[in-house]
Each structure stands twice: as structure tokens, then as C-alpha cells.
């Protein structure tokens, strides 16, 4: 569903992405673990190309990524990404926050969008605020509603790049949750995180990167209990460790 073959992308003079090689198969659930600085991020921003690249090739369920324009737009379409931070819409209800890109971009009529929009937020829990504006829930109700809304576009793929790290730690868990039922049902995903809870029960394989490569790819069970390079040695001792 995703490959992503040779690609490099520089900053200026700082090498980000070298010369990463990744295929998701459909239905895959893939978390992207590293340090600081590694290139997650980056990596994640590459698949529905908010970063572009300077070379190599990614393809979603087998298209080349374009490079801009409808093309571009339509691709982004099936990838649907959720940050750290909501950013809904914050002049609009959580309701039309679901609603107005499949109305734009799927041409969905008012009444299909809305119905399957709050068939959404009854799915991650928030039906009930459909009417509030986003500053009114909190940050992990704003949180699945983002989700909601990327699934509102029936993406072919969801991203996740630390949809938890600004969370209170209560409100984790419900967010991970939704994260653990679209894994079950069949999502392909790929999810940068720290939450190695997650990691374990629902990765089907993680990818260890450090400097802008990919260091380790392996299952879950392999890397938590054998990582076999001295970085991620030394990453799983630092964050297992408190
Ligand atoms: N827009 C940018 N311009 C210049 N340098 C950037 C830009 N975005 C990221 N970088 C640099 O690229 C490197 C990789 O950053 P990236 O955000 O992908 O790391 P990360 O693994 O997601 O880190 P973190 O765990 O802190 O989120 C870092 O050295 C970062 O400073
Ligand atoms: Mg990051």
C-alpha cells in the first residue's frame, strides 16, 4: 500500500532522510520509533507529501506520489494524517469539521457527509458534542475527532505522527483506544510514538530509525526483548527506564 524506495531529503546540509526503503503491505500496522531528531517526522510528512523530497520514489497503492496540483490533492485524500496538535477548524462545529473536506474534495452532499460524520463520532466516542466548537471538548475529545475527520475521507492510509505526546496522560488511553480498533480492522497504518504499550499490542512491526535511517525492522516481540544495534540498545534502556 505504501512504497517508499531510495529517497533523500536534505535541510540545507543536514542529511534527513537517507535513503530510506519501506514497503507497508495492506492492512499493516507499522510504528516508527527513534530518538529526537531522527527523521519520523520527516519520514511521515514524505508520504502525503508535505515534505518533498530530492530523490527516490513513493508510491501509494501503487501511484506515484505527484507532484502538485488535482493530482496531488486527490492523493492526499487517501492519506489521512493526525498530529500532535488537533488543529481542527476552530470557527466550526466538531460536526462540520467532519463534514466540509468530503463535501469539497468527495463532492458528498450535505446530508450523506452529516450522516456518515456523526456515524464517525459515534465510533470515537464524541457524538454527543457534535454541535460544540473544538474549544470546548478536551484535548483527547478533540483528538478523536480529528481522527474522525481524517476518516471521513475514507483514506486508503492513516498517519499518525505522536497523536498522544500533548495529551494529559488521562486522556492517552481513549485516544489510543480508536487507534487499537482501526489497527483490528484492518487499517494500514503508520504511527510514530512513544507509547510502547501501543507499540507492542497493536504494531505488527516496528521500524527503529536513528540519523535518518532506518536502523531496525523487525516485530514487535524481537525488538522490545532483542534489539540487536547498540542505538536502539540504548534507546529502549532510556525510555524503558522511566
Ligand atoms: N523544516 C525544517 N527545516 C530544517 N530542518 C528541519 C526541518 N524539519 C525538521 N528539520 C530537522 O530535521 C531533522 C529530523 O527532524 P524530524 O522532525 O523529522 O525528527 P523526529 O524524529 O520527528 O524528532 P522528534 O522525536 O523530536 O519529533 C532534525 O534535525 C530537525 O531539526
Ligand atoms: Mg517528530
Known sequence: MI????????????????????????????????????????????????????????????????????????????????FQSFNLFPHRTIIENVTLAPMKVRKASA???????????????VDSQAEKSPAQLSGGQQQRVAIA????????????DEPTSALDPEMVGEVLDVMVGLAREGMTMVVVTHEMGFARRAADRIVFMAD?????DTDPESFFTAPKSRRAKDFLGKILSH
Open 111 to 125: 446530508d450523506d457527509a452529516r450522516k456518515r460524520g456523526m456515524e464517525l463520532l459515534r465510533r470515537v466516542g
Open 3 to 82: 512504497e517508499i524506495r531510495g529517497v533523500q531529503k536534505h535541510f540545507g546540509d543536514l542529511h534527513v532522510l537517507k535513503d530510506i526503503d519501506l514497503v507497508v503491505p495492506r492492512g499493516q500496522v507499522v510504528v516508527i520509533l527513534g530518538p529526537s531528531g531522527s527523521g519520523k517526522s520527516t519520514l511521515c510528512r514524505t508520504i502525503n507529501r508535505l515534505e518533498p523530497i530530492d530523490s527516490g520514489e513513493i508510491r501509494i497503492d501503487g501511484k506515484v506520489l505527484p507532484d502538485e496540483g488535482r493530482p496531488l490533492a486527490a492523493l492526499r485524500a487517501d492519506v489521512g494524517m493526525v
Open 212 to 216: 535518518g535511517g532506518v536502523v531496525e
Open 149 to 160: 475527520r481524517a476518516l471521513a475521507m475514507d483514506p486508503k492510509v492513516m498517519l499518525f
